[in-house]
């Protein structure tokens, strides 16, 4: 079945830099991709999606590129602020059901 | 915030138990998913309910069950609590029960087994 895996756990940046969070997935058929925010204490929060027919999408200060040859998944995050400090979970649409399939999720730390 | 809520926010039950979750989806969803989320770890499928009907399940075992309402809120129930079973609980409506379609979550429920 589909797997999603990140590429680092943790990951801490200067505030007003840019922060890229990275994922990959294994089921090349994956059509529907999400990227969640998750505080401390609450459910995840919408971010950015993107569907399969589109390699780039970008929404405010937030950008997500689909890499599909190397079924790559990334979140560009420009001049990160300290309210971005959350885990950030991918997420792959699981097939008809709907259901999402998540990575282990990046934590961002942002420095002031 | 989204529209779903989720009650209650914290329950503390022993082994062997059962223990009821419940779930408001938004408004004008009539789908609702429910996923386990263990410290540290992203949301794990446990299953998806449309129109009243399981409409798909992850890999968990029988003594996960639920149910949909007409007005499409939801439960989670489980039952012969076991330790492992700790963690959170979460919800998440949508507008159909398929794919492309963005799920929205509520704050989740802390279960903790002792």
């Known amino acids: 079945g589909e797997s999603v895996g990140l590429h680092l756990p943790t990951l801490s940046v200067q505030e007003g830099d840019n922060s890229i969070i990275n994922c990959a997935y294994s089921?090349?058929?994956?059509?529907?991709f999400i990227w969640y925010k998750q505080e401390s204490g609450k459910g995840p929060q919408f971010i950015i999606d993107?569907?399969?027919?589109?390699d780039k999408r970008q929404g405010q200060r937030v950008t997500v590129l689909l890499n599909k040859t190397v079924k790559h998944l990334s979140l560009q995050i420009a001049a990160t602020q300290p309210g971005d400090s959350a885990v950030y979970f991918c997420?792959?649409?699981?097939?008809?059901?709907?259901?999402?399939?998540f990575g282990k999720g990046t934590k961002l730390s942002v420095k002031p | 915030e989204t529209g779903v809520t989720q009650s209650p926010t914290h329950l503390i039950k022993t082994r062997g138990q059962q223990v009821t979750l419940r779930c408001s989806s938004q408004?004008?969803?009539?789908?609702v998913s429910w996923y386990q989320q263990a410290l540290g770890q992203g949301p794990q499928f446990i299953f998806q309910?449309?129109?009243?009907?399981?409409?798909g399940r992850g890999n968990f075992p029988p003594r996960f069950s639920g149910l949909q309402f007409p007005n499409y809120s939801s439960e989670l129930n489980v039952n012969a609590l076991e330790l492992d079973d700790s963690a959170l609980y979460l919800c998440?409506?949508?507008?159909?029960?398929?794919?492309?379609?963005?799920?929205?979550f509520g704050p989740g429920t802390r279960l903790t087994v002792l």
């Open positions: 997420a792959v649409s699981g097939g008809s059901q709907g259901n999402l399939i």
């Open positions: 309910y449309y129109r009243e009907e399981e409409n």
């Open positions: 993107i569907r399969s027919n589109m």
């Open positions: 998440a409506s949508s507008a159909s029960g398929v794919s492309y379609n963005e799920q929205f």
């Open positions: 408004s004008g969803h009539n789908t």
């Open positions: 089921n090349s058929a994956s059509d529907y």
